[in-house]
DNA sequence: CTTGCTTGTCACCGGCCAGTGACTTATATG
DNA sequence: CATATAAGTCACTGGCCGGTGACAAGCAAG
């Protein structure tokens, strides 16, 4: 499991023989030869963490299992330990695909002149981005439910992804102007679409607005848009805080 | 159930030495008396809904369950049965205790002068309310991540707390300014706050804010309150959208 | 008193899950 | 060729969970 794998330490078996053999079916009848696998090796491991992607942006985090994401692949489970360590590897290496799917989703480009005119340019893009990527969004959930290792670690390599996306937008665009807490803004705002395009994908709406509808997403496209620009417009010298 | 996991209820049970039947107990020895609680149907079910709740705020939805509560409650769960109609039930009966704690957080006083300064009010104390209260983050967080029936109910009853709110401040602070789309703004400024609040309680950080550290709410209730008052400031006209 | 309802308790079932040992067979290596 | 390794498969253990049936004891009405 995740954080709580350790949970029956110290369980000692009274193990008994094993009575069956392999062998034995030939006294009972002939075996329909159950056909295994070709071996390949690579091409099996690709089809486990496939299968664990379907399940996450499928059914959500809490239905991925050891079980579930061998069954989604068609392989056994013993693969997945033999191969991953278990569910906690898995996940790890689903990780290191994520920040792929990440990267590809701040991969929009940086144009526009002025802080304001990038930035309000890329919410907009993060926001689309964020919509259409269905297992991005199932990392995202998750990450507000447990707090174990592996969302750590996840969480980790999408916050060194919007650091860097930060960071090219700031050499692009050079500083927000001066007395604006452009961080804090920033995170209000991408806090807010992110929790959006989560309610979408299970409430459907929130506060007052139908997200289902993309006439909402339009209007709260405009409305972070809008917000964006007021803020970092050019003369803001009079707007001053701490 | 989520991928959490319980691990502790071996030790509970420790007491074996069940019969068949309970008159058996005569033959083998004196019974130490296990002395069933007092009769105290009300006491019971408060219990249960208490220990639902502590599951809940404490643990997450993922930890609920029938015999985890009832473990939590120390009761058998059977009980949990009979007078909830199982989890089901129990969650509806405690959807109706959270649609008061609801209110209680919706509770703060609507004063000010000029939608403006109302809104702004508001969504401060809202915060507030929000980051105090770690069942409503449970059940918010829950909505992000279940689509079943009692999430909707319980969503349903959280909307209509919102709608109510909603109503109350336009009557108290008249329309926002013309041109102005205010339920998308306050949509995107109210889930920007769900969002960082849930955040805090997991991960702890939000596209570079250090969401445990106090200074970092200051910061962003700064935000909030910055946004909300340029975007309802009185001398909108200069702004228009379709 | 007897009868019936309720409260509390326990045992048990089937199902799913995580994890392990062991077997078969294909492939590479000597 | 023989053999070691690795891929794929199966069987099995132990455990928690949801759900149900049954039992003992309190309590009240007749």
């Known amino acids: 499991m995740t954080a709580a794998a350790r949970c029956a330490p110290a369980w000692q078996l009274s193990r008994k023989a094993h009575g069956k053999l392999r062998g034995e079916a030939a006294l009972t009848g002939e075996r329909p030869k159950p056909a295994p696998r070709p071996r390949d090796r690579d091409g099996t491991e690709a089809r486990i963490i496939q299968a664990a992607a379907a399940i996450m942006a499928r059914d959500g985090v809490g239905a991925l299992g050891v079980n579930t994401v061998a069954r989604e692949a068609g392989v056994d489970k013993q693969l997945v330990y033999r191969y991953f360590g278990g569910l906690e590897g898995l ?73 860097d996306w930060f960071a ?38 929130f506060a007052g607005m139908d997200l289902t509808d993309p006439a909402s997403w339009a209007r709260i496209e405009a409305a972070v848009a809008h917000i964006s620009t007021a803020m970092y417009a050019a003369p803001a010298a009079t707007i001053d805080d701490a």
């Open 168 to 205: 090219q937008v700031r050499a692009t665009a050079g500083a927000p102007p001066r007395g604006v807490d452009a961080t804090a803004i920033n995170a209000v705002l991408l806090a807010g679409m992110h929790h959006l395009v989560l309610r979408a994908r299970t409430a459907g709406d």
């Open 91 to 163: 996940l790890e290496r689903l990780g290191t695909d994520l920040r792929l799917w990440l990267g590809d989703a701040a991969d929009a480009e940086i144009a526009g002149s002025g802080y304001a005119e990038v930035i309000t340019g890329q919410l907009v893009a993060h926001l689309a981005a964020l919509r259409a990527n269905h297992l991005v969004q199932a990392a995202l959930a998750w990450e507000l439910v447990e707090r174990s290792e592996a969302v750590a670690r996840l969480g980790a390599a999408k916050n060194e992804a919007i650091r």
